[in-house]
């Protein structure tokens, strides 16, 4: 007699080998993009005007790199990378606005909010 057919859980087997990598990417860029919005949100607020901004600014190239090469990897390991182009787009979008100015601010929220969209639905 036959086992009873039982669903695997969402993410328990992987299409690729690689796609433990970009998850894992996925959740320490997700990590630090927390990061860079919190620390952003101290400097919008006065709380660290004297501090440097160049943190803020290393954070954003590594959440850039961390997005593009979790799209990439991604892409080759089957996932539904072009989820994340978004977040990709208005991650380098963000340079355009000017610091301090609600544009700023209001397009980081749109980052936010399309990684995570875009996480859901390229994990």
């Not at 859980?9 to 970009?22: F, I, T």
């Not at 089957?78 to 340079?95: H, N, R």
Request: hydrophobic residues 60%; proline residues 6%.
């Amino acid at each position: 007699m036959a086992a009873p057919y039982v669903p695997a859980r969402r993410g328990a087997m992987c299409k690729h080998p690689g796609m433990e990598l970009h998850r894992a990417l996925l959740t320490v860029t997700g990590g630090l993009l927390l990061v860079l919005m919190a620390l952003g949100l101290s400097l919008q607020l006065g709380y660290r005007r004297t501090a440097a901004r160049w943190p803020h600014h290393a954070l954003y190239f590594a959440v850039v790199a961390g997005t593009a090469v979790s799209a990439l990897l991604g892409w080759r390991a089957g996932a539904a990378a072009l989820a994340l182009l978004p977040a990709l787009a208005l991650l380098l979008a963000m340079p355009l606005t000017r610091p301090g100015r609600a544009g700023h601010w209001r397009l980081a929220v749109l980052v936010l909010t399309a990684y995570v969209l875009g996480t859901w639905g390229a994990w």
